[in-house]
């Protein structure tokens, strides 16, 4: 159980382009999803939270205009890239919890490599 | 500001061998800690949790040990195999977990020698 989807798992694209990434719980509802960055060798740095039929809460320094989260249902939240230049390529996560009761770990998806050329 | 930080980045053991990863936490407030492991290409994996309540919990092959004391965290993994070969990451929820916003430690690399 405590299955997270992203799709996709891969995506190159040239610079300018604007890239939607999707984040699914599979068999689960999650009201509050995660997304979070990660470059090469360091750890993962939380972005933003998303809400379920709300706007999604963003990290101190995070463009929300930048990154555009969505999150129209309990099993699907979306992260926009708008006008992805080189240096927003990253390793973006995103996460969901099974309860929304205090004190439960976060489940992963396996991520989605963005590449801008 | 608050950070959980690591005191290992790499750690190379044989297998066979017991694994112990260590991590420091700052904020004495939190209150819930889990361990990930990640390994390449794919997103972190839950392992372990333990709440500030506990100072020791066991999973299979692995136990969580607490010092609130210290603001210690360890994970210990026993028998270490080749497929335990990843990046283990420390989180914290801190301060009663209202946000349940983790915050993740920056990683220690376990490499197991066959």
């Known amino acids: 159980g405590a299955v997270v989807s992203q799709h996709p798992s891969r995506v190159i694209c040239k610079s300018g382009t604007s890239v939607k990434i999707e984040c699914r719980s599979l068999d689960f509802q999650a009201t509050t999803m995660f997304w979070y960055r990660q470059f090469p060798k360091q750890s993962l740095m939380l972005m933003a939270t998303s809400n379920e039929g709300s706007k999604a809460t963003y990290e101190q320094g995070v463009e929300k205009d930048k990154f555009l989260i969505n999150h129209a249902s309990l099993t699907l939240s979306t992260l926009t890239v708008t006008s992805a230049h080189p240096e927003d390529s990253s390793f973006y996560i995103c996460?969901?919890?099974?309860?929304?009761?205090?004190?439960?770990?976060?489940?992963f998806g396996d991520g989605t490599r963005l590449s801008i050329l | 500001g608050e950070s959980v930080g690591l005191h290992l980045p790499t750690l190379s053991v044989q297998e066979g061998d017991n694994s112990i990863i260590n991590c420091a936490y700052s904020?004495?407030?939190?209150?819930?800690f889990i361990w990930y492991k990640q390994e390449s290409g794919k997103g972190p994996q839950f392992i372990i949790d333990i709440r500030s309540n506990m100072d020791k919990r066991q999973g299979q092959r692995v136990t969580v040990l607490l010092n609130k004391t210290v603001k210690h965290l360890s994970l210990q993994i026993a028998a270490t195999q080749p497929g335990d070969s990843a990046v283990y990451f420390c989180?914290?929820?801190?301060?009663?977990?209202?946000?349940?916003?983790?915050?993740f430690g920056t990683g220690t690399l376990l490499a197991v020698q066959p």
């Open positions: 989180a914290e929820i801190p301060g009663g977990g209202a946000t349940n916003k983790l915050i």
């Open positions: 904020n004495s407030a939190s209150d819930y």
């Open positions: 996460s969901a919890r099974t309860s929304e009761a205090d004190n439960q770990p976060q489940h």
